[in-house]
């Protein structure tokens, strides 16, 4: 989240798209509704379904899943011909009037941008640049590199000239006309007006007092155009003036309880801590991989530009030092090739398919049910029996420790499988320590409510116990590359159970040497904890395991344990309440919550403000600024992009599949991409090529868009193995549409078989309203949901009382471009009686 | 909240004074619920059966996301969820946590023929006593809004508490303690519709409900659990919720007229005897049946 969950309560309108935060935030969602009881604010949700969230709601329209950029990129255009827009906002705070390059092309009928290859289907992105940018310098032998961005960038501050991103972006989504809108997403017209009018009624008259919130989680992400939702929404925030506001920034609502934890701390392939880009073999040295992924400010000239991540090195210098210590030095690169560069494409996906094709061997699943969660169970299962052993972590048996027991594999088949299973019984969350970081960006630090049972032990434990186990074999054996193993640093009190507070303090980091700041004068001894992100050198002489978290764990101890709920402010900023990364800092760019002047946009909600007294930044929230930028100095609020604006064209690198979000149709569609006839889908999402992976058509009888979600009663695949939650909802069902029950002559309650492409799901028929039929490109299209949380070892399975179909049996192997999801909403699948 | 012991102000089946009575007062209390604001998260449920130490009873899919069809003698706090579609083709999906209503004038208190089985605390609370229970059942048709439910097993009938133990400690409800989007509220009666009231006026001003109102129904003397509805003209649709609840017919005549007619008739039975015996003596042993006759 940009803003945070206790900060919902400060906006006067919410739009709630791609999650049903009352179904599966229901503790977060007290906040949207304390802004309904207390501010009169409004609600609007856009669902495939009317949901939980619905039923509160002052507005819900129902959209056909998988169509939100249509709907989005509507909303943009009515907020521009509206001239509802935050026009300082947009022109001051944001890359509206920057001049783009002239080879950059928009993908217009088309439907791809500049630079596509039609062959390799990928894109050559040195096009989508601002004009002026020097050509990349190519090394010989090294893949192409991108060009930089210039330093100076051409700008219109009328924002007149036809190159300038907000021309180009006007143009673009010019063709999202309500009639459009309508056509693609199922809305009709007059209610999406109502629904665009009331969102952009914020800005009415161009007046910046009030403020909207977007609110999202997995229903925008699980998409082969995920990433482009969000930054759709991202860009209508900017044109609106909605971010670094209270009540206000585009609010990614967490799945787990720690999932915002897991990415932070490098839980993609692609990313180290702190969401460092890994290094790739090109990169070489530790020079080279610095060079490429430290940029350089790139703004109109008369612009300050922060450009925080110019620190990079001394980011990346740190964490070695938490890695490798001693073994880190300034000779040694950093102990750059302790590194794992990454050549290629590691997500998840990809690693299941690799594992299908016989590449990779074995796996670890902890903390979570692989089988399970990916799309296409069955191409998972089979991958499974091809691996040479598996090694599970766990608290239940559950499909992926069993998998074998998945329906449809015989006695005789069962004894074929050659898989080699651990099944290693760990211990609950309440029976471990730690901290959790929560979609706020809080690190809550929680105690342990329960010893571990007997018989099991702490993920903690095993990981560390087999670390030490393959350090003792390099240790005798040798190999091939030992260093990286042997010289990582491992100074923990119990080195066979590491404290977690023990890790969190070497994740925060300290100073080898004394030290102290020139500015404050705040001094360091040698051996100190860090008390922020500031305090990190490139020389070697600090350490931090991830800069993002530098700050949570200092002299003054465990800041992630407070209990302060006190609230100054009265804006939900609880600056005594755990720790918020970065910095402690409630609201991101909350430098943009102000006038050029440094005035609040409104003085009711005043979150940081430029004191003229003691010439800084000061407020209620920590400043996400630079304490000592003058207003007139035109330093950007958003300190981490290169050109301290907001992106409304995101340019080279930044996203794989477009500098502008564009509309895609899903991987199966019910229909043609009205919008870019030429190219139906996403050119660069990418689809599996295994036997298992198969993409169904309408033509094929697969003409019922399907969509996947949770339920409030049930948490993932766990619950079902719980008697009370097994109680509220006792079994597998698909919800479905009464004219379609109708039709097809289903009752509630009668058994009926899904059927996609790759697999079938059996359960019982919830016949309901809540799913109207929808008018597709003038086609009578029905959607369908099911609810995810069951599988083939539970209460009610092990009873016999369901099919034992998993739900993603049916979702199909394709991913987005930039975050590698699958697409688990708005594939194809024909219902029928059992 | 006192932290007293609770006090008895009404007792079923019980002739002359209540013991304490007029000794204290307290504060009548309420349980308000903000339908709303109810998203059926069923944690109300939950820690309902939680709190209770309930055993689990097993449930099967019915078409709905609600738990089972109707609350069950270890399952006494439900949410019933309704679709319903308006006038203008919208849809609304209304949410009703279903409880005990804990009636001033409680139906079930009326109908029970057992001393002390049922009692009305001074704060308002309607408890069953399964002690002195007989499992006679004529509570469950005393009772308007179908929430007393029997068990076949211990032969008693069970309800809602509004949590006593908790509640005569200070503390609020479980159901209440659970609520994530504070829909519920707890607090004297009085308080309560205050609240109530605010929110109905917030409904009607800024969100387009003028129906909004409190559902507090007369005709059981008012309730223990009071509602803000969308739609207080409608109360039918969020689970059949009555638009005029009260004490049945049946209940009402038997234990106020003809409770009344019993007793004159018996009484006038005992005066007709004595009577009977002042004017004509002992029955006469001449009268005694003949040898024989016995079968």
Known sequence: MTNGWVDIKNTDLMLIMGGNPAENHPCGFKWAIEAKRNRNAKMIVVDPRFTRTASVADKFAQIRAGSDIAFLGGMIRYAIEKERIAKDYVVNYTNAGFIVSNDFKLPEDEGVFSGFDEKAQTYDRASWNYAGAAPAQNKPGAPPALPLMPEKTEFDPTLQNPRCVFQLMKQHYSRYTPEMVEKVTGIPQAKFVELAEMFTSIREKGDMKKVATIIYAVGWTHHSFGTQIIRTAAMLQLLLGNVGRAGGGVNALRGHSNIQGATDMAGVFDTLPGYLKVPNPADGSFDGWMKRITPKPSKPGNWDSFNYYGNTPKFAVSMQKAFYGDAATKQNGWAYDYLPKVDRNYSWVQMWDNMYNGLVKGIFAFGMNGVAIGPDTKKNIDALKKADWLVVGEIYPDETSEFWMSPGITADEQKKIQTTVYRLPCAGFAEKDGTFTNSARWLQWKNAALPVPPGCRLDQDIVAQIFLKVRELYKKDGGKFPDPILKLAWSYTNPASPSLAEVLKEINGKTAVDVEDPATKAQLKAGNQLPGFAWLKDDGTTSCGNWIYCGSFTEAGNLTARRDASDPSGMGVHQNWAWSWPANRRVLYNRASCDLDGKPWDASRRQVWWSEATQKWVGNDVPDFKADSKPADHMGPFIMNAEGVGRLFAPLGAFADGPFPTFYEPIESPTDNLLHPKQTHNPIAKKFKSAADKYGTSQDGYDIVCTTYRLTEHYHYWTKNNPMNVQLVPEPFVEIPEEMAQERGILGGDRVKVESARGEYIAKAMVTKRIKPMQINGKKTYQIGIPIHWGYRGIAEDEGKTAKTPANMLSPAVIDPNAFTPEFKGFLVKVTKV | ?295
């Open chain 2, 1 to 295: 909240m006192s932290q007293a012991t609770l006090r008895v102000q009404k007792i079923s089946g019980h002739a002359g004074s209540v013991p304490g009575e007029d000794t204290q007062r307290q504060y009548t209390v309420a349980k308000l619920v903000d339908t709303t604001t109810c998203i059926g998260c069923k944690a109300c449920e939950v820690a309902c059966v939680e709190w209770n130490d309930m055993p689990f009873s097993p449930t099967t899919f019915d078409n709905t996301y609600q738990t089972m069809p109707e609350t069950r003698w270890n399952y006494w706090n439900l949410i019933l969820f309704n679709e319903h579609e308006k006038e203008d083709g919208s849809l609304m999906w209304l949410m009703r946590k279903n409880q005990c209503m804990h009636c001033a004038e409680p139906g079930c208190l009326a109908a029970c023929p057992a001393d002390g089985a049922i009692v009305q605390y001074t704060n308002g609370i309607v408890d069953f006593q399964q002690d002195k229970c007989i499992g006679c059942g004529y509570c469950i048709s005393g009772c308007p809004f179908n929430i007393p439910k029997f068990n076949k097993e211990t032969k008693r009938v069970y309800k809602c508490t509004l949590c006593t133990d908790r509640v005569s400690e200070g503390l609020e409800p479980a159901c209440i303690k659970a609520c994530p989007t504070g829909c519920l509220h707890f607090g004297s009666k009085e308080d309560m519709l205050v609240l109530a009231e605010q929110r109905a006026k917030q409904l009607k001003d800024n969100y387009n409900f003028p129906n909004a109102g409190v559902y507090d129904p007369k005709g059981v003397g008012g309730t223990g659990v009071i509602y803000v509805l969308h739609d207080a003209t409608q109360p039918e649709l969020y689970g059949g919720l009555p638009s005029n609840p009260t004490i049945p017919l049946m209940v009402k005549l038997w234990k106020g007229p003809l409770k009344w007619l019993g007793n004159v008739a018996m009484v006038g039975g005992l005066i007709g005897l004595f009577v009977h015996y002042l004017r004509f003596g002992p029955k006469d042993r001449d009268d005694a049946p003949q040898e024989g006759a016995k079968p």
